[in-house]
């Protein structure tokens, strides 16, 4: 069974500084997708950015990116020039491509990230 | 990105009776969607695998004749909650695939705070 954890329960960081936020899973499917979603107060979930298993480049959208590690089975997520409304529950999310369960997103427990002005 | 829908956004209801939660997908065709859990500062546990066409695929451990799930058509699955206890209240969050992306991609509707009395 795939396993998705995410060590640091709570982070904050200065508006404008940058943050890295952790997660690793576990799995022996080769072929997968990684995520990472917010949550903001308004529990809307909003997909920040994912990655293919098979892509070796690091996934970039504007002030966020990822730092994916295949074989150490990490996938952290860099938040740079971070904002006020960045302040949100950040999840970490696996999906399998084959097999039973495949399509089913698979979360870890959460990160709750704070910007300070 | 893709928007998905839930209707009602809170609900209160005796101890005893059945709600029904409504997901949308407003702009594209979700043959399947997902109903998701999640209690106060947890994460999203996956309750339920919904198909359009064919009955829904229950995770270990949810009461299917509890949780009934019905995907009426290509745009539309509903969660109904029967005989609710105060145990069953918690927030819902549906999430539907949309295909059309370059991954194969979740989105996630506003969830439904459901509190039984």
């Known amino acids: 069974a795939q396993t998705v954890t995410q060590s640091q329960p709570e982070m904050s960081v200065q508006e404008a500084e940058t943050v890295t936020l952790s997660c690793t899973y576990d799995t022996s499917e080769s072929n997968y997708y990684l995520f990472w979603y917010k949550q903001p107060p308004s529990r809307q979930m909003i997909l920040v950015i994912r990655q293919e298993a098979y892509k070796q480049q690091n996934a970039t959208e504007n002030r966020f990116s990822v730092n994916f590690q295949k074989a150490a089975k990490s996938f952290s997520l860099k938040i740079s020039d971070s904002q006020l409304g960045d302040t949100a529950m950040y999840f970490c999310?696996?999906?399998?491509?084959?097999?039973?369960?495949?399509?089913?997103?698979?979360f870890g427990k959460g990160t709750k990230l704070s910007v300070k002005p | 990105g893709a928007v998905v829908s839930q209707h009602p956004s809170r609900v209160i209801c005796k101890s005893g009776t059945s709600v029904k939660i409504e997901c949308r997908s407003l702009d594209f065709q979700a043959t399947t969607m997902f109903w998701y859990r999640q209690f106060p500062k947890k994460s999203l546990m996956l309750m339920a695998t919904s198909n359009e066409g064919s009955k829904a695929t229950y995770e270990q451990g949810v009461e299917k004749d509890k949780f009934l799930i019905n995907h009426a058509s290509l745009t539309l699955s509903t969660l109904t909650v029967t005989s609710a206890h105060p145990e069953d209240s918690s927030f819902y969050i549906c999430?539907?695939?949309?295909?059309?992306?370059?991954?194969?991609?979740?989105?996630f509707g506003p969830g439904t705070r459901l509190t039984v009395l």
């Open positions: 999430s539907a695939r949309d295909l059309r992306g370059p991954a194969d991609t979740q989105y």
């Open positions: 999310a696996f999906m399998k491509l084959s097999g039973g369960s495949q399509g089913n997103l698979i």
